[in-house]
Nanobody
Framework: VQLQASGGGLVQAGGSLRLSCAAS????????MGWFRQAPGKEREFVAA????????RIQNSVKGRFTISRDNAKNTVYLQMNSLKPEDSAVYYC?????????????????WGQGTQVTVSS
């Protein structure tokens, strides 16, 4: 399993970005997927998760109403749409695959990780 995150960049506060995570493997549609982020000097934290079929999602409270997770199983890709970005959203964002499809918020629940994409929000 290989995960390739992309779409990060520099954006002003209030702006939007859409992150993508392309996955290898023909069983993508059987995995739950998640997004985490890690700011300098901080622990990696959960952002959002989506079930294998896309029917269930879980969003961290601090980004609820601003971030949306979605997936396209035909394209083996999961997305994180980020709107109304704030400077505190600046971090490296990682996608991860959960082979048990648990929608969990803990790092240990995820089996495979992408390399991360940097998001920087200027004030």
């Amino acid at each position: 399993v290989q995960l390739q995150a992309s779409g990060g960049g520099l954006v002003q506060a209030g702006g939007s970005l859409r992150l993508s995570c392309a996955a290898s493997g023909r069983t993508f549609s059987s995995w739950g997927m998640g997004w985490f982020r890690q700011a300098p000097g901080k622990e990696r934290e959960f952002v959002a998760a989506i079930s294998r079929g896309g029917g269930w999602t879980r969003i961290q409270n601090s980004v609820k109403g601003r971030f949306t997770i979605s997936r396209d199983n035909a394209k083996n890709t999961v997305y994180l749409q980020m709107n109304s970005l704030k400077p505190e959203d600046s971090a490296v964002y990682y996608c991860a695959a959960d082979l048990r499809d648990g929608l969990g918020p803990q790092r240990y629940e995820y089996d495979y990780w992408g390399q991360g994409t940097q998001v920087t929000v200027s004030s």
